[in-house]
């Protein structure tokens, strides 16, 4: 995109996953990049991978996790590929159904107030594909994915932003500053994961701050 563009550099957002590919590319093609924004982002190294679910486990009751091992039986019936195909032909299958309960008391741990899912949580769950979400996770932990070295090699001015109660970990973040040099932190008190949701207010504030306040190179 940025060459049918023929723009000479961008400024590269990335919110949660869309971090490891923001911070990956700007890793590999630093000259391409005027800035580098973090939103609650994964973590640059598979050394604090294992600090999310520790976080998401904790935020959930007992009876929570009694629920969601429950309707993983029910769900687990079925590949990925499957549940990612009959969410849309057949959305009232008990495979479905269960799956879409599983997703929902899982969000709640994103949400500082742990509050139920959204009116666009449907729509979300329909049209979000979930399949390369275990992969993923897989491969950052059996190829011992890190690119800390290569972050700390960068001059590129970067925004880390995040909210206090996200359940990456702060662990996560402070690597992430720790990596880039030219970085700038910003957190949001009373704020989870799903920060344009649970502080949009300060969450856009801070984020078009940064933006005007950067000369804009071409």
Request: hydrophobic fraction near 40%; proline fraction near 6%; glycine fraction near 2%.
């Amino acid at each position: 995109m940025r060459r049918i563009r023929k723009d000479k550099k961008i400024s590269l957002l990335g919110m949660s996953w869309g971090g490891l590919l923001a911070m990956n590319y700007t890793a590999r093609y630093p000259s391409h990049v005027s800035t580098l924004i973090l939103i609650c982002s994964a973590p640059p190294s598979y050394k604090v991978w294992d600090v999310l679910f520790d976080n998401q486990y904790v935020r959930r009751s007992p009876a929570e996790l009694d629920s969601m091992r429950m309707l993983t039986e029910v769900f687990s019936v079925k590949s990925d590929h499957e549940l990612d195909s009959l969410k849309r032909v057949d959305p009232l299958s008990k495979e479905v159904v269960a799956f879409k309960r599983f997703i929902s008391i899982h969000a709640r741990a994103m949400y500082y107030d742990r509050r139920p899912p959204s009116a666009e949580f449907d729509t979300f769950f329909t049209a979000f594909n979930f399949q390369p979400i275990p992969f993923i996770d897989k491969e950052v932990i059996e190829s011992k994915w890190d690119i800390t070295a290569d972050l700390k090699k960068l001059t590129v001015p970067a925004l880390i932003l995040y909210g206090r109660q996200d359940d990456q970990g702060e662990s996560t973040f402070f690597l992430q500053k720790e990596c880039l040099k030219n970085s700038e932190m910003q957190v949001i008190e009373k704020c989870g994961h799903m920060i344009w949701e649970d502080q949009p207010a300060a969450f856009y504030r801070i984020l078009m701050n940064y933006l005007t306040k950067r000369p804009w190179k071409p």
